[in-house]
């Protein structure tokens, strides 16, 4: 959903300034002064020992992000520091976002203005919802929560270290200070997490102490008498509260993988990322060659439109360097029959359409390269069996072999995880999942004149697509097949395929061009057809169904990355961040309506709270 963006202006003296709040933006005294004497002091971030020291990850939550000063005097301070974390998160709460172009130029600080560059290159369209930005190699991961602070907070799954609370004077902007706001704050904060503010405003201390925070005055910086610091220190916690997202402690990094397809080699590079090894295994299923990655906006902004793009934005952090072999950009045309064709798609098509944000994925080499950069080459073995033991996982082979051991278990194995799961005594049948077989064909260049010179995925009732690195040559597609039923024959899938493609093509031959090759390969789809991803709920020690499905109770170590359906190039990467977030209790990439809804837990809630 679009929101607008907020105009800069200046007040009388050049300071950047919000008509709409009639107030400054920050200090008259200096941003990045402010930024340093105020929030990173406040939070214990400016001088050593800082509060992040030992730490492999840290998170800052900041309530109106604005021109992101305090996220580039944070970064820079990170950067600054040899004891820093491993992993900087920064979720900024931002409900009138403001241009690209005004975040760079109102940065006069030379210590920051290059990273100000950096974060105006990677802003994103002002739309609802949260947005990865990712700097210095994944190391500094700024969300950016755009919404109204009071909705957005609600929707958080993270455990905050730091809070700095920026949101223009408290008379001017009293919504931002309001009790429910600082008591959500009080539900993210983790035990000692410190807070910090410019105001010391009477409701904001009292509203901030009813919230369990501990709250000081200390002098001010810029001719404010006194600034505000605090610190998470709650005497009681409200009965049936939910858990804040807890550190978790893993004595050992390691992840056993099942499955390298999208899933599992997405898993294992955010793994990775984070310092895990991950082993790989997998049984050698064909692997998609292309596919078409992109939006699916709707009028309501619905769950699937919410995902995509979501699942969009993540995917862009995730092309590697060599973007032209893995990734055409540029969108993907929704063909419109009747409507007039569009000139740059290359070849004259019948007709036009809309251009879906989006692009054409070569899905079998984002694979290999995702599993390049978490040095892990999969071992090819088909896991028959999963085994509790010692704490962590064995996964057995044929006769029982141990195929490989671990603390930690993602199940990537699409449409093999309902059996592998009921073999392992873990409640396969709580995973309603079905086979989807899809057809399509890889044509060599000039096999199909009507798309020669294609640059773009084009898509009616089927799609075509330019394989990223052999652009001449292109991916045709695709069928839906029961997996029950006997497979469509090749001149079979043809004819839907062309049919599908009529109004872009106008008719094609009857049978295959010269040189097509048959690619098969089979969808897992779950009942409402959302992917499966996070941690597999322990139905033995579950006793209130009511709790949304990501409170349940977990089996210890165990991950579900599955049912992707046909989306799985627009959910892996998204899929991967979530995953390793939750084994991580770093924030969660996505709001909680939207884990619940990807939540592996939901089918069997559905049913238990119908009784069965
Ligand atoms: C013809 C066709 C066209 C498609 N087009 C698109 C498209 O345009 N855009 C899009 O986003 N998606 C598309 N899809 C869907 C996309 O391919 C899937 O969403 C995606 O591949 C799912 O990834 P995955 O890793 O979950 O599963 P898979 O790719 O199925 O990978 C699962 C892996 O697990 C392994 N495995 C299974 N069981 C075991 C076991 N017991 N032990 C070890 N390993 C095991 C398998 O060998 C396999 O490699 C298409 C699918 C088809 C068939
Ligand atoms: C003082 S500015 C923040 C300055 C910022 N922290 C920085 O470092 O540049 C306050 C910000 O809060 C935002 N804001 C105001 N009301 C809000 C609300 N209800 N929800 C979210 N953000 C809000 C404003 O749009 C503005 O960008």
Known sequence: MRIDHEPLQHDADGHPYS?????????????????????????????????????????????????????????????????RPAMLHYVGIELHPL???????????????????????AWPAPRRGLHPLLFDGGRVRLTLALGDVAQMLPQLELGADAIYLDGFAPERNPAMWQPAVLRALGRLARPGARLASYTVARAVRDGLRDAGFEVQRLPGFGGKAQRLQASYAPRWTRRGAEPRAALPAHAQRRALVIGSGLAGAATARALAARGWETVVLDSGAPRLPAGLAHLRPSRDDNLLARLSRCGLAWLR??????????????????????????????????????ISEGGVAAASGLIDAWLAEAAATPR????????????????????????????????????????????????????PLRGQRGQGFVLPEGALPALRGLRRGVMAQTYAMPLPAAPQSSFVGATYEDAESAALDATEVWAHIAEGLLPLTGPLAPAPPAGAQLFAGMRAVGPDRRAAIGAWPDLDALHK????????????GLYLHAALGSRGLVMATLGAQLLAAQIEGEPAPLERDLLDALSPARFVRRARLRGG
Do not use: K
């Not at 000063?69 to 600054?80: G, I, M, S, V």
């Not at 063909?335 to 007039?340: D, H, K, L, T, V």
């Not at 962590?392 to 006769?399: E, H, I, M, N, S």
């Open 19 to 83: 008509a709409r709040y009639d107030d400054v933006y920050s200090s008259r005294a200096g941003a990045a002064g402010q930024a340093r004497a105020v929030f990173l002091a406040g939070c214990g971030l400016l001088e050593a020992p800082r509060a992040w020291d030992g730490r492999r990850q840290f998170v800052v939550l900041e309530t109106g992000f604005g021109l992101g000063t305090n996220f580039l005097a944070t970064w820079q301070a990170w950067r600054d520091d040899p004891g």
């Open 99 to 121: 241009h690209a172009d005004a975040l760079h130029q109102s940065c006069v600080d030379p210590a920051l203005q290059p990273l100000a560059a950096q974060l105006a290159r």
């Open 317 to 354: 952090t995730a092309l590697p360097a060599a973007v032209g072999d893995c990734w055409i950009d540029g969108g993907i045309l929704m063909a419109e029959p009747g409507s007039a064709p569009l000139p740059d798609c290359g070849p004259q098509l019948h007709c036009g359409g809309a």
């Open 380 to 431: 090819q073995a088909t896991v028959q069996r999963l085994r509790q033991a010692g704490g962590g996982w064995d996964a057995l082979g044929v006769d029982g072999m141990v195929l490989a051991q671990a603390p930690c278990v993602v199940l990537a194995n699409a449409l093999d995880a309902p059996r592998l799961l009921r073999a392992s005594d873990l409640h396969g049948d709580a995973l």
């Open 545 to 556: 169904p009511q709790a949304p499905p990501r409170a349940w109770p977990a089996v210890p």
